[in-house]
């Protein structure tokens, strides 16, 4: 006996053309509204495997630690010989800023949602949803620099390697778009087992840097004139040691690019295991490994931070830092190179080059996780949004656009990159501060105050000193924005409701009818009083013919927060002076009661009629209160919303308008 796993084939049946299987495969996963997939950063379910926080550590630290790739250039680039001074302010910030800011932030959005759920959750309405858009401006901004800037530094390591071939030479922007076409093809076919390639990823590329900075470090100290032309160039330079720390303070928001991995560090949480007894709700253990994560990660880059900035400065000369020198970009490579050999050299760049690549894999995962959670639930986004490979293809281009207007320069992405970590954590910090005042925490409302401050200082000083990060960020926000108000007018005609229940009261309201149709009369839910109802049902009965002894039902829709897109709408049933009506709390008047008379019809199978007056006012300046409020032109509105949603007339819930 055999079984078969689906039905045979109807061999009559037409064959799907080319492009319906591309559509298919394009759109594979469309009907995932929460944006889960395979890839590091995945939202994993419940029954999905757990992992250890120091596995999930390696996830994040792809990331966060890959910067070492190129941050002691940068910063050396950018400070000069102050860099190790202002290292050391950025170690003080992130110990003793970002790290508790996130730990906290680790507290409130153990779901992996990060401090932009947080404000959106501190600013409900219109002023929250524009926030969060601008928000994930600076996050894509973030995250797509995070992929080209990686692959381009990936790109120089492998071209300044010795033993590359000579064909490579100059062809920066060819092999950048190469590796990025590399990446999105990866998430294409499917991104599996992420964690475990990125716990062998961090272990070989930390143990690697682990054997440069030992071998450098005795260097220095074997060799004190290095060590002594780098203080006299200090003290020469910048005169007394009071103003050699004055300039570091100011100059250390150049080194901002070593702040990065904080937010991808929470994004990850649901993939920690927690203990036994954790909730969904309340998940003490995960919260807790997550915080040992974040604290770990933070402590061991910092240590890597410090002492390579001093390393690189006092070994490699200024000029081989400049664009072109064979330092620009791959400090520590170049390190490697010049101490311990060409073979070294060779291994230590093939993992810079393969943990800078994955970095760029865990920034695209970030994406496919952070816009599929916030646009399409807000009605922003187009429908093919919800489904991983179309995002992949956007981000993928997007990227390609990016390093050819930069040419695959790592140092003229640093500035964008910078704006958008620091963005993004200047909101955390401002969003702990609004918890800890809400909950009348004053001491820490002080605390993560000053840090607040800290990192909008940070912010505006990058911003100034490289005002090209911002002016990208400006580009993702108004795409965003723009892509965002077109999608929420383009689906405003759509059906909200994710789910519509009828409670106990509203189906004995309608239980009476058993031969149909079942009448409503829509009414104003602000107009509450007897002589309102009484004067709203002998107008219907008046104008649309209802029986006299038309025993009334009416339908109040009151609108909590027009912004709000996909809800839940509860039905209740309640009695107001002796009058039958069905209360429902939604976003939007019309939609609301369109997925209501759907549900009716479907529940008792009857159906609806429903029953308006015409709105007065000016028909645009009603659309736009449709749009922006909820309410509006309510009756031709409410049949247009039936009439996409149900192609059949026969089928479709009758509207009347007197």
């Known amino acids: 006996m055999t079984t078969m796993s689906r039905p045979p084939s109807d061999p009559s049946a037409a064959r799907p053309g080319a492009g319906e299987n591309f559509r298919r ?17 995945a939202v994993s379910d419940s029954h999905l495997k757990k992992h250890q926080w120091w596995q999930v550590m390696c996830l994040t ?23 190790p001074l202002a290292t050391m302010v950025l170690v003080a910030v992130t110990l003793l800023g970002a790290l508790p800011v996130y730990r906290r932030v680790a507290g409130e959005s153990h779901r992996g949602e990060g401090s932009i759920a947080m404000l959106e959750r501190l600013m409900p309405r219109w002023s929250g949803k524009l926030l969060v858009l601008v928000l994930l401006g600076f996050a ?35 092999v950048t778009l190469f590796l990025l076409a590399l990446l999105g093809a990866v998430f294409l076919r499917g991104f599996k087992e992420a964690i475990g390639v990125a716990v062998v990823l961090v272990a070989i590329y930390l143990g690697l840097n ?49 702040l990065s991995g904080f937010e991808t560090g929470v994004a990850v949480m649901p993939q920690i295991k927690g203990r036994p007894g954790d909730t969904e709700d309340k998940p003490v253990g995960r919260i807790e490994e997550a915080r040992r994560l974040l ?18 400065v006092v070994l490699i000369p200024a000029q081989d830092f400049e664009p072109g020198g064979p330092a620009n970009g791959r400090a520590l490579a170049f390190l490697a190179h010049e101490y311990l050999g060409n073979g070294f050299g060779t291994v230590y760049d093939l993992s810079t080059i393969a943990i800078l690549w994955f970095a760029g894999a865990s920034a695209m ?5 952070l816009v599929p959670r916030y646009l399409p639930r807000y009605g922003m986004a187009p429908g093919w949004a919800r489904a991983v490979r179309p995002l992949v293809l956007v ?3 997007v990227g390609f656009l990016i390093t050819w207007l930069f040419d695959a320069n790592v140092d003229a992405q640093g500035g964008a990159y910078a704006t958008g970590v620091l963005v993004l954590m200047t909101s955390a910090a401002v969003a702990v501060t609004l918890s800890a005042r809400r909950r009348q925490q004053r001491k820490r409302t002080i605390g993560f105050g000053i840090i607040a401050v800290v990192f909008i200082y940070t912010t505006v000083a990058n911003i100034f000193e490289r005002p090209e990060g911002i002016r990208i960020a400006s580009f993702f926000i108004l795409g965003i924005i723009v892509i965002s108000l077109l999608s929420r007018l383009r689906r405003s005609f759509e059906l909200h409701a994710t789910h ?40 219907a009965i008046e104008v649309s013919h209802l029986p006299v002894d038309y025993q009334a039902l009416f339908l109040e829709v009151i609108v909590d927060d027009s912004s709000d897109f996909e809800t839940e709408l509860e039905v209740r049933g309640v009695m107001r002076h002796g009058y039958q009506v069905l209360e429902v709390h939604g976003p939007v008047v019309p939609n609301t009661i369109a997925s209501v008379l759907f549900h009716i019809r479907d529940v008792t199978g009857l159906m609806p009629h429903i029953y308006f007056r015409w709105t007065e006012g000016n028909p645009v300046v009603n659309l736009l209160r449709f749009l922006f409020l909820g309410e509006g032109e309510i009756a031709p509105v409410t049949r247009e919303v039936l009439r996409e949603a149900e192609p059949d007339v026969t089928r479709r819930p009758w509207v009347h308008v007197g």
Do not use: C
């Open 210 to 258: 682990v054997v440069v900075v030992i071998t450098t470090l005795v260097e220095v100290f074997t060799h004190p004139v290095a060590v002594d032309d780098w203080w006299l160039a200090l003290t020469t330079q910048h005169g007394s040691p009071l103003m050699v720390v004055g300039i570091a303070l100011l100059v250390f928001p150049k080194l901002a690019l070593g």
């Open 395 to 397: 981000f993928t281009l």
């Open 500 to 539: 519509v229940h009828l409670d106990r009261r509203a189906l004995e309201f309608m239980s009476s009818n058993v031969e149909g149709p079942i009448s409503l009369i829509a009414h104003e839910p602000l107009r509450l009083s007897a002589e309102a109802y009484r004067e709203k049902l002998t107008s």
């Open 295 to 312: 604290t770990t990660a933070a402590v061991i880059m910092s240590a890597f931070l410090i002492t390579t900035s001093f390393t690189t």
């Open 365 to 369: 995962a970030g994406l496919l996780n």
């Open 140 to 174: 894509a901004t973030d995250f797509m620099i995070t992929m080209t800037l990686s692959a381009a530094d990936a790109t120089a390591h492998a071209i300044e390697n010795p033993l590359s071939p000579a064909w490579m030479q100059g062809q920066n922007v060819a």
């Open 61 to 83: 630290g792809v990331d966060y630690f890959s910067t070492l790739g190129y941050q002691p250039a940068i910063a050396a680039l950018a400070a000069g010989v102050i860099s």
């Open 25 to 41: 495969w394009l759109l594979f996963g469309l009907q995932d509204a929460k944006g889960v997939h395979q890839g590091p950063g």
